[in-house]
């Protein structure tokens, strides 16, 4: 399995067909990434769709994810927000936003192993401000 951090900024295919994703990696430059599927959830719907047929371990249609790193059963696939349940679960988008970091970091160390997480905050981190245009 590849991986590659960027921010998506377009689209590419023909007759409805998705071929690749126009990406801004993390060092500024943009690539194709050729794919055939783009599978972005914004918790509009709970309908699994194709993710149902990937082995995950399902309850009631929901996904259980652990609460150290939200993994799901299957390595390296990681799940957050209404689509996940564990003991205590709240479905609220504050939760998918913390679900969202602790998953982050755990994605991480699959990215890139033997690098370490420097874990920044946009509050305080001038190096983050800059990136973003705000400093």
């Given amino acids: 399995m ?3 951090l960027g921010q998506v ?11 690749a994703l126009t990406l801004r990696k993390e060092d500024g430059d ?17 309908k699994l769709g194709p993710i149902a047929d990937w082995g ?10 652990d609460t150290e790193k939200f993994e799901t059963n299957v390595p390296g696939i990681f799940a ?4 996940i349940t564990y003991p205590g679960k709240l479905k609220l988008i504050l939760s998918a936003f ?13 990215i890139y192993p033997e690098k370490k997480l ?15 245009g705000v400093a």
């Avoid at 900024?9 to 071929?19: C, R, T, W």
């Avoid at 943009?30 to 709970?46: A, H, S, V, Y």
């Avoid at 957050?80 to 689509?83: A, E």
């Fill in 2 to 4: 590849d991986f590659l």
């Fill in 9 to 19: 900024s377009g689209l590419k295919g023909e007759d409805g067909q998705l071929s």
């Fill in 30 to 46: 943009i690539i194709d990434w050729e794919c055939d599927d783009l599978l972005p959830f914004f918790g509009l719907t709970m």
């Fill in 56 to 65: 995950l371990n399902l309850h009631e249609n929901l996904v259980p994810t």
């Fill in 80 to 83: 957050i927000g209404d689509i």
């Fill in 98 to 110: 913390h679900e969202g970091a602790l998953a982050a970091q755990k994605a991480h160390r699959y």
């Fill in 118 to 132: 420097v874990f920044q905050y946009t509050t305080s981190s001038t190096s983050l401000q800059r990136k973003l």
